[in-house]
């Protein structure tokens, strides 16, 4: 099944505890009220000045469904409660980018390790990758254990400068 038919039937991946939804424009409210400058601290965007950026980024990121060029989706609690995204990206090149945060009050629960796990095994089904890339800074403790877990090789390392201005030190992983 491509991936354009998979988000249209609206389906979702159900793991223990989280499930993952396609990311649709509803969204937008909760993405805004937890995106925020303590959970991009390690990340290149910044949070979003007003609801407007919220906006643009779920718009391109429904496209990139649409177009079959990334997978973005939303972590929700077997209830319905908002955990955070979680997306593959570059997804035409052979080797898609594992993106990920977590609202700051559902942290220390697994929930990101789960939603990348279950992300990876969605891609492997759908995409055939030849492997996944997982950036990380050295000193995000949390995130740079779930590729850890998934015996990600870390293969290169590099700086750039995030949206908010800060010097990010990065380790890029691979997982096969």
């Excluded at 939303?74 to 980018?97: A, M, Q, S, T, Y």
């Excluded at 594992?98 to 992300?119: C, D, F, N, P």
């Excluded at 050295?138 to 870390?154: D, V």
């Amino acid at each position: 099944m491509d991936l354009q038919k998979w988000y249209k039937e609206k389906r979702c991946i159900v793991g223990d505890g989280i499930v993952l939804h396609p990311i649709t424009e509803a969204d937008v409210d909760d993405i805004f009220a937890n995106f925020t400058k303590p959970v991009t601290k390690y990340m290149y965007p910044a949070a979003p000045k007003d609801k407007s950026e919220t906006e643009a980024f779920v718009y391109g990121a429904v496209r990139g469904w649409q177009c079959g060029i990334e997978t973005v989706f939303i972590i929700r609690d077997k209830e319905g409660g908002f955990i955070g995204c979680v997306g593959l990206h570059g997804i035409l090149c052979g080797h898609p980018e594992i993106g990920i945060w977590t609202s700051e009050k559902v942290r220390g629960h697994g929930y990101g390790k789960q939603a990348v796990e279950l992300a990876v095994r969605f891609g492997r089904e759908m995409l055939k990758p030849d492997y996944f890339v997982y950036p990380v800074d050295h000193r995000n403790g949390p995130s740079r254990r779930i590729p850890l877990s998934m015996n990600g090789k870390a293969m290169r390392e590099f700086t750039y400068e995030n949206k908010s201005g800060d010097t990010l030190e990065m380790i890029e992983y691979w997982i096969d």
